[in-house]
């Protein structure tokens, strides 16, 4: 098993920043993929960024070139820069792992909300 523990969240005007942390225990040298994704109430959970052991990343569209995944394996522990953010950034992010042999984990989420 995997514990993740997000941290960061908040509220931010637009064209503000904030930086998502992310710390795993438990099984995390089978750790393959860490990543975030958001939902916002209604809609469903949409995929923001996400980083390989390796250090290749994906990111969504939408995000693209103003937010950075990034990862400290020595600490198990992973970030998600969000910079000029937008009010449609707001949703709860959550925290995700992929272990090698098929399983995932999430995190409790952490809201972040972006208004004036």
Known sequence: QVQLVESGGGLVQPGGSLRLSCSASGRTFSIYVMGWYR??????????????????????????DRFIIS????????????????PQDTAVYYC???????????????????SS
């Open 71 to 86: 990862r400290d394996n020595a600490k198990d522990t992973w970030y998600l820069q969000m910079n000029s953010l937008k």
């Open 39 to 64: 939902q916002v109430p209604g809609k469903e959970r949409e995929l923001a960024a996400t980083i390989t052991i390796n250090g290749m990343t994906n990111y969504a569209d939408s995000v693209k």
């Open 96 to 114: 995700y792992t992929f272990l090698y042999g098929a399983q995932e984990y999430w995190g409790q989420g952490t809201p972040v909300t972006v």
